[in-house]
């Protein structure tokens, strides 16, 4: 048969010289692709071929007349570059990069803080310090918080438990801060109700007093020895009590709050 003479590779039966014409015989008849009636052509075994770089990725089919690409796109770059297969190129490329200072294997970052070097402490700044970056970080912790992320440790579970000996009134005293004491700090413009001092302030009970709130939880519950659950039970229940009764209060810096009755307590 003549060279310039092409059989179908699937019927043997139908011969043309032209190509296209050979293409047209094969999708009608066979449902046969082109790039598969190209490799059966002109490819050993019918296979097509993979990229030269060695991947194993196929490579993309041209036309009927110029067969399949030799590598897949970008892939030769590793073959006739640095960044490739062809370790003498590369290290060609990185000692003339070397040479003319257009690159160092050093980081960018290299022996800089933001104490010796000014374009450094910039961009500290920018990213931990930046009112940007705080507002992300809030809204990250609240979210943690709302959602369970973060759950807050306490009693055994905490790294500074010592067995429950945490003193009761400071306990307490926590716990009445941010229903209590914090309201009557901000009701008041955050200043002394004698004095007008913006200094050291605390909420004094003008009325009710304290140690007779606390007596009263420890009648209702049990004196509670080290027993930090039951602590922190009577601290929920004195908070409660100064919710539900409606506890008065007076902010008073601590000179005043001494004057009121001898020590700074609430």
């Known amino acids: 048969m003549d060279l310039s003479t092409f059989t179908c590779p699937e019927c043997g039966q139908y011969e043309t010289t032209k190509l296209d014409s050979l293409r047209i015989h094969c999708q009608k ?102 009112k940007e970056e705080k507002i992300r970080k809030s809204s990250m912790m609240k979210s943690h918080w709302e959602n369970g992320v973060i759950s807050p440790l306490t009693g055994s579970a905490h790294s500074q438990w010592k067995g429950g000996t945490s003193a009761l009134q400071p306990l307490v ?28 302030l605390e909420v004094h009970h003008d009325g009710e007093r304290f140690a007779n709130i606390l007596y009263k939880a420890i009648l209702e519950l049990g004196e509670p020895g080290d027993d930090f659950e039951k602590k922190s039970l009577i601290a929920e229940w004195v908070t409660d009590y100064h919710i539900e009764k409606n506890v008065s209060g007076v902010v008073l810096c601590v000179g005043c709050h001494d004057g009121e009755h001898g020590s700074a307590s609430l």
């Open 29 to 130: 008849k066979h449902n046969l692709p082109t790039r598969k009636l190209y490799a059966l052509l002109f490819l050993s075994g019918g296979k097509e071929p993979t990229c030269a770089c060695g991947c194993g990725e196929p490579t993309k089919f041209l036309t009927l007349q110029r067969g399949f690409s030799e590598y897949v796109l970008g892939h030769a770059a590793r073959v006739n570059n640095n960044w490739g297969h062809n370790l003498k190129a590369r290290e060609k490329s990185l000692k003339k990069r070397r040479d003319e200072g257009l690159w160092s294997r050093d980081p960018w970052n290299r022996g800089k803080t933001k104490e010796n070097d000014s374009e450094f402490a910039k961009i500290v700044e920018r990213a931990y310090n930046s």
């Open 173 to 200: 005293r926590s716990h009445l801060h941010s229903v209590w004491v914090y309201p009557k700090l901000k009701a008041s413009g955050f200043r002394c109700f004698k004095c007008c001092s913006t200094d050291s």
